[in-house]
Nanobody, 121 residues
């Protein structure tokens, strides 16, 4: 199995910055795609940013120019640098990884436990 552990959430004022991290460990042969999702109360979970194994990235329109996703393949870690934060960015942020398992060489998807980001003055 694979575990994803997120860190870096917290309370920040509008216009501030936070950096989220998500470290994957366990039965990993390779990680194909790593995503950040978020879910605000009463809303569906939405894909915020995606990065593939070759470094290609995609963002939801609402965060383009403010958020940057990156990954360290050697550490099986994905980051989300969030700048110019707005109150509407308040949500629980979840890491998601699309993994090829080492022992069985099968593709499987895993979620982290989530980290709260609150943007408020």
């Amino acid at each position: 199995q694979v575990q994803l552990v997120e860190s870096g959430g917290g309370l920040v004022q509008p216009g501030g910055s936070l950096r989220l991290s998500c470290a994957a460990s366990g039965d990993i042969f390779s990680i194909l795609v790593m995503d950040w999702y978020r879910q605000a109360p009463g809303n569906q979970r939405e894909l915020v940013a995606r990065i593939t194994s070759d470094g290609s990235t995609n963002y939801v329109d609402s965060v383009k120019g403010r958020f940057t996703i990156g990954r360290d393949n050697a550490k099986n870690t994905v980051y989300l640098q969030m700048n110019s934060l707005k109150p509407e960015d308040t949500a629980v942020y979840y890491c998601n990884a699309d993994v090829i398992l080492y022992t069985v060489r099968k593709r499987s998807t895993y979620w982290g436990q989530g980290t709260q980001v609150t943007v408020s003055s």
